[in-house]
């Protein structure tokens, strides 16, 4: 019997020198894929090479967390001004700083999922979009690019040949048009672990979302996504993917280690 699987991948590594950000160790016992900061919305090298030496050692994929040059901001600040030029170079340039360190940590990293406000962005602005999927593919072409289904960074990934994983974020709601609902508006952000993972398993199992005003969008699901900085992060995760075994859900990384 074919047992049906879903990753469950999780931001991390964004503290900074001595300020940590969310439980990574409990973290990496639970998640099978680590989004790894790379030093421009928050991480550093040192953080970098822990996180991916702890992830290697408990069998977690790895992938590149690329954000806007905003440490202040955490990378949930709208930058724009850069062409997309910039954007690619920037974006290649974090990757890379990963992959080194990974090296050094003895693992490698196989993804690239873009943070906050410059993946809020790329889902509606196709330049944006297509900035990040070549320099995923220019960095290496059989890098994944996580996004979310039905926006403009699966829509350009797929035109030049990205591969892509499309995620689902299990404390996040969702706007009408499939993209995240404002971090601004009261309710946005979810923390009842419960819930979450009754909206999970729902959204497996009916193969759509359910937006903030009650449509219902389909979206096919390789991955699912929660915030690591959030203090229910933990609890959260443990309860999705408990919940997610109980139902005859493995949980084990998209990519090969």
Same mark, same amino acid.
């Given at each position: 019997m074919t047992t049906r699987t879903i990753d469950l991948n999780c931001d991390m590594g964004e503290g900074f020198g001595p300020w940590p950000m969310g439980d990574d160790d409990a973290m990496l016992d639970i998640v099978s894929s680590a989004n790894v900061a790379c030093g421009f919305h928050a991480g550093? &090298?040192?953080?970098?090479?822990?996180?991916?030496?702890?992830?290697?050692?408990?069998?977690?994929a790895i992938g590149a967390h690329p954000g806007f040059n905003d440490l202040p901001g955490f990378g949930r600040r709208v930058i724009r001004g850069d062409s997309p030029a910039?954007?690619?170079?920037?974006?290649?340039?974090?990757?890379?700083?990963?992959?080194?360190?990974?090296?050094?940590?003895g693992h490698r990293v196989t993804y690239v999922k873009a943070h906050g406000a410059l993946n809020n962005m790329a889902n509606e602005d196709e330049d944006l979009a297509m900035a990040i999927a070549r320099a995923v593919k220019g960095v290496d072409p059989n890098l994944v690019n996580v996004c979310m289904p039905g926006l403009a960074m699966e829509r350009t990934s797929e035109k030049i040949g990205v591969p892509v994983a499309r995620e689902f974020f299990a404390d996040r709601t969702y706007? /009408?048009?499939?993209?995240?609902?404002?971090?601004?508006?009261?309710?946005?952000?979810?923390? /009842?672990?419960?819930?979450?993972?009754e909206r999970v398993l729902r959204t497996l199992e009916e193969?759509?979302?359910?937006?903030?005003?009650?449509?219902?969008? &389909?979206?096919?699901?390789?991955?699912?996504?929660v915030h690591g900085d959030e203090p229910s992060?933990?609890?959260?995760?443990?309860?999705?993917?408990?919940?997610?075994?109980?139902?005859?859900?493995?949980v084990r990384p998209f990519t090969r280690l």
């Open positions: 550093d &090298p040192n953080i970098m090479f822990r996180t991916a030496e702890t992830a290697r050692r408990k069998g977690v910039e954007i690619e170079r920037m974006i290649a340039y974090q990757i890379g700083a990963l992959q080194a360190v990974a090296a050094l940590a706007e /009408d048009n499939g993209t995240l609902t404002s971090r601004k508006k009261p309710g946005s952000v979810l923390h /009842d672990p419960e819930a979450a993972a193969g759509a979302v359910t937006t903030v005003s009650g449509r219902r969008i &389909p979206v096919a699901v390789d991955t699912i996504c992060a933990v609890a959260m995760a443990r309860t999705i993917r408990a919940r997610l075994e109980a139902n005859g859900i493995a």
